[in-house]
């Protein structure tokens, strides 16, 4: 049986309480260090796809080339600083040889320091050179922030100066995030927007964020760690002289103000956002929680549950005015706007928040506890006297590096690397391989003759089958070509439209136009696998299948819902039958064959069509399209009209054109194709109900067959789609 043992010796006692100050020091440490893997997904989601690897490496190096200097040089300046400003006793210069307890104190200090370097990397994201940006952080890490800190922390055997006159900041709303949301406004500025940002008229042009999935996971990761950004500012559990509650006296307060400012900035930003733009904008509201969180950073331990209320709501409210006049008036790019989140919010908070002063005198306190109101007066001109003196030092600071760098041309990137993406300038990789550029081997081929499926020319020859389909239904169409036996598959996410009207889209509540609609496409190769049966299994994967399911099933006799729609049989090849369309000649198809009944499926599949005739869809009940067959040597492949082509998406009383532009589209082709000797298309989409002009969201999918002689790996491949002819090396 285990026996308890008193504790009567008075150094006994103060190892616990050091213990537990130091083991609670360090939980919240590391819960702050945590943060910097939210500012990585908030910046990265909120940056174009060709800069995310960049913004990733500049916020691992923040933290990298920080920590390192904040040892050798930051620490002991900003100690020294203070000391020399605030009357107190000079110490060492650096953190070498000094002790345990120390150094936990030293690491504490530091992620603070690191989170106001990383706050810049989201305003100058898109065209800041990484070395400009990695000596920047170095400076700052060494001096910038070391003299905020020691004008209002650090001062040993004395008292910093800024703290002397009264100036309050619990947990660093100005010393760090101020100081983040102003050097990057400063940096911003310096550097200029991005290309095609602005316009001569000085009219803005949105540039949206590549993934609001990764923003909104980096606010809930930034929005868990700061509670060991404020709660653990109360670093102090124990007093170890008194053995009493030391800061954790009132720790419960601090976790209180820090969970409705966090609430309520969200509340905020939404509300104006609501009322600017008609919409709860989703990064207003992720931007909103986290400058609802900086407004109450500041005055943390000073401020009653309705100041929380109060700061955090103003915080997360001024949030989309601010952005607004920053982006649209003083034209600075402020990419993850920080400056409104961090700057402005820190500045309000810690401004305003003598008005809920737990020190002020309660106005309305028979209604609230702590009153509506709690003003202490006297705290207004310190708080403005030190937010003003820590901004004029922070603009200067920042101004002098970021100009320096632009004088001797180091500060920004290339017109050619920006528009190409950091990514590839700057590190030399693409974050999304599978959607990079085409040169994408599958087979492992040599550098003669490239075979992706192993088995031998079909009559010598290969089949490159070429699908545009949604990005959804990806799976779906990797499956069925699996099963299918296709072997090689190389997928491209490309974009396009046709001639419908643009759709509007916003970001931050900013309408910008969405002309362009996301796509993926499927690159096939095949040589004993009939080309046929591939394109039958991308087609059977189209997403309004189980839809059309459903509507075949319905009672024969119900009439339609358009009487302009005439119902349609069951798809069999038999019901392939001649027709007039405005397109094609008023004439009767040219069938080679016997024109019997009974002729089989082999014969109808080899017979050649010379003119354009209705093809019934396979797929649903819509009026049969027009198209066009040619003899290919791969059986029967049909062209549709060049609605199919240039439009894809034309409504359904104008899905038939005249015959002559399928005949430039052809000239075209022709012209454009230079290793394909003949090239084929299926139209595989055909959808029940009308086309509403959505462009290329309503097709599903879009297949093209090309007869591919066997090449070498420097050859390309052609691709003419609608009014955008590209072509690309592709190794195959």
Known sequence: MIEAVPLQETADLESIATGMNLMWALTVTFLIFFMHAGFAMLEAGQVRSKNVANQLTKNMLTWAVGIFVFFIIGMGLSNNVGAALGGGESSDWTMFGQESFDWVMWLFSAVFAMTAATIVSGAV?????????????????????PVVAAMVWYAPEGTPIL??????????????????????????????????????????????????????????????????????????????ETFELADFDYVGSIAMVTSLGMGLGA???????????????????ANGMLAGLVGVTGPTDLITPMGAIAIGFLAGAQLPIVFKFVDETLKIDDVCAVFPVHGTAGMLGLIIYPLWSLEGSAIGGGVIAGGILSIEASAFAPQIIGVAVIT??????????????KAI??????????????????????????????????????????????????????????????????????????????????????SGRGSQPAKKGQWRGEEYTVDLHQKVKI???????????????????????????????????????????????PPTPASRVTAKSSCCPSTTPTRSGPETPDRTPSERDNEVVREPFLLQSPFCGRPRIPVVTTETGCKRQRFPCNRALTGWNEPRTSTIVKGRHWRLIQTVIQRVSTVCTELAVVAAECRREPLRGNGA????????????????????????????????????
Not at 125 to 144: H, N
Not at 187 to 212: C, E, F, T
Not at 268 to 285: E, I
Not at 720 to 725: M, S
């Open 409 to 494: 041309g180091q500060a920004r990137v290339t017109p050619d690397h920006e528009r190409d993406g950091l990514d590839l300038a700057e590190h030399g990789v693409d974050t999304y391989p599978e959607f990079g550029g085409p040169d994408v081997a599958t087979d492992g081929g040599n550098d003669k003759i490239i075979r992706t499926d192993g088995g031998e020319p079909n009559d010598g020859e290969l089949k490159l089958i070429t699908a545009i389909i949604r990005p959804d239904r990806l799976g779906a169409v990797k499956k069925a070509l699996a099963e299918t036996g296709a072997p090689s598959l190389t997928v491209t996410n490309v």
């Open 523 to 569: 690159e096939c190769v095949v040589a004993d696998i009939p080309a046929e049966e591939v394109v039958e299994a991308i087609g059977s994967t189209r997403s309004t299948s189980t839809r059309r399911s459903k509507s075949s099933a319905s009672s024969p006799t119900s009439p339609p819902k358009r009487s302009s729609r005439p119902s349609a049989n």
């Open 392 to 405: 004029i030092w922070t603009v200067v600071a920042t101004a002098a590096v970021w100009g320096a760098f």
């Open 697 to 732: 969201s309503d097709l599903d999918v879009t297949v093209r067959i090309t007869r591919v002689k066997q090449r070498r790996r420097t050859d390309s491949y052609p691709t003419v789609y609608g009014n955008v002819t590209t072509s690309g090396g592709v190794s195959r």
């Open 125 to 145: 994201a898109g065209r800041a050179k990484l070395r400009a940006y990695v000596t920047y952080t170095f400076l700052l890490a060494a001096v910038i922030y």
């Open 163 to 240: 703290a002397d006159l009264g100036f309050a900041d619990f947990a660093g709303g100005m010393v760090v995030h101020g100081v983040g949301g102003v050097a990057g406004l400063t940096a911003a500025w310096i550097l200029g927007a991005r290309m095609d940002k602005y316009n001569d008229d000085g009219s803005v042009n949105i540039i949206p964020g590549h993934s609001m999935t990764f923003a909104v996971l980096g606010t809930l990761i930034l929005c868990f760690g700061w509670f060991g950004f404020n709660v653990g500012t109360a670093a102090t559990v124990i007093n170890p």
């Open 267 to 285: 509340l905020g930003a939404s509300s104006v956002s609501l009322f600017m733009n008609g919409k709860v904008d989703t990064l207003y509201v």
